[in-house]
């Protein structure tokens, strides 16, 4: 066993755009964990990356802490236990879970997010894509908060990301009329031969308002934003009375330094008697079973695309954040490390 524990660690907290330069690679000693109090060793397999992840390096609150200067970069991820007593968690079980970017880590059943177990035969990438955090993100947003009507109009920004995609595909299987949104020709192209969307607008050569308008001339019931901005203000224009606005991110504005003004007509809220509501994937972890039921129905059924961005090397491992706010990622971002033993 490996006597180092090489991490990655936040160096200072990004003013705008978040980059490499904003962290600092460390080896520190490998992690003791209390085994005799069912904590485990975990090697990291696999990181996944999200939008959301700016959010944590932001010193101000929110639903979790903010990453501390000096710790390593909160990520989600699958690994293998390496040194366990707990019967739950036997040495050699896959597990997912807040790995962060460190080659090991303490998995701890007492924790916020504690690991858990893969279920059999569960690759890693499907355990962090498809099955992950982004897809639990897609059902609990949609049908929670959104909740389509066979028949409805479900606008999706972001069409083409790991969660935006899942939406609009769970929209469909509702009975939905869908409409995505993305950015340049190849991911329109996916989402209409593989998402089998009803419609896709092209919002780097096309105008969003003269388009919604133009795909949605009896409104929008339901809109599943994952982008905010200028996306989110066009949308509002075009919501239906007693239409439902999930908001779920605002990836445009995240590496702003300085905030954006929110969009400026609000007002139709009120004209329109419009819910708009954000949500947190975590407030849903008791429900975790009967989301990767349905997806799991779904994906076996050949119902629901995907498709995953796969990195490889922990030198890489910043600049695999990176690709999520310049558009390189093609589908959920993901970093393999280790193959499974």
């Known amino acids: 066993m490996d006597t180092i524990n090489r991490q990655w660690l936040l160096k200072e907290r990004p003013k705008g755009a978040v980059g490499p330069q904003h962290f600092e690679q460390v080896q520190s000693p490998l992690p003791q964990p209390d085994l005799a109090a069912g904590q485990v060793l975990v090697k990291t397999l696999m990181l996944g990356f999200d939008p959301a992840m700016r959010g944590w390096l932001e010193d101000a609150p929110s639903y979790l802490p903010p990453v501390a200067i000096?710790?390593?970069?909160?990520a989600s991820g699958v690994g293998q236990v390496i040194a366990s007593e707990n019967a739950a968690l036997p040495v050699g079980t896959l597990v997912q879970g807040l790995l962060n970017w460190q080659e090991y880590s303490i998995g701890d059943p007492k924790s916020l997010i504690p690991p858990t177990?893969?279920?059999?035969?569960?690759?890693?990438?499907?355990?962090?894509?498809?099955?992950?955090?982004?897809?639990?993100?897609?059902?609990?947003?949609?049908?929670?908060?959104?909740?389509?009507?066979?028949?409805?109009?479900?606008?999706?920004?972001?069409?083409?990301?790991?969660t935006g995609s899942v939406v609009a595909q769970i929209a469909r299987l509702k009975g939905c009329r869908v409409v995505g949104i993305a950015g340049g020709e190849e991911k329109c192209d996916w989402l209409r031969s593989a998402c089998k969307v009803d419609a896709v607008i092209d919002y780097k050569k096309e105008s969003l308002q003269q388009r919604i308008g133009e795909l949605c001339p009896a409104g929008v019931n339901v809109f599943f934003d994952n982008v905010g901005g200028d996306t989110l203000e066009a949308a509002?224009?075009?919501?239906a009375d007693f239409g439902r606005i999930v908001?779920?991110?605002?990836?445009?504005g995240y590496n702003d330094a300085t905030p954006a003004p929110g969009p400026h007509n609000l007002m139709l809220l009120i004209s329109r008697r419009i819910r708009m509501e954000g949500f947190i994937v975590i407030d849903y972890l008791d429900r975790v079973g009967e989301a990767i039921d349905a997806l799991t129905g779904w994906v076996?059924?050949?119902e629901i695309a995907w498709r995953e961005d796969m990195q490889e090397g922990f030198d890489n491992i910043p600049t695999t954040l990176q690709r999520l706010f310049t558009g390189s990622n093609v589908g959920k971002q993901l970093l393999k490390l280790a193959d499974p033993v």
């Open 70 to 74: 000096g710790e390593p970069m909160r």
């Open 117 to 162: 177990a893969l279920p059999a035969g569960t690759p890693p990438n499907l355990a962090l894509s498809v099955f992950g955090t982004t897809s639990l993100t897609a059902y609990f947003g949609l049908l929670d908060i959104g909740r389509p009507q066979p028949g409805d109009t479900v606008l999706v920004s972001g069409a083409a990301g790991a």
């Open 236 to 239: 509002i224009a075009h919501m």
């Open 247 to 252: 908001l779920c991110g605002a990836i445009s």
């Open 300 to 302: 076996l059924g050949g």
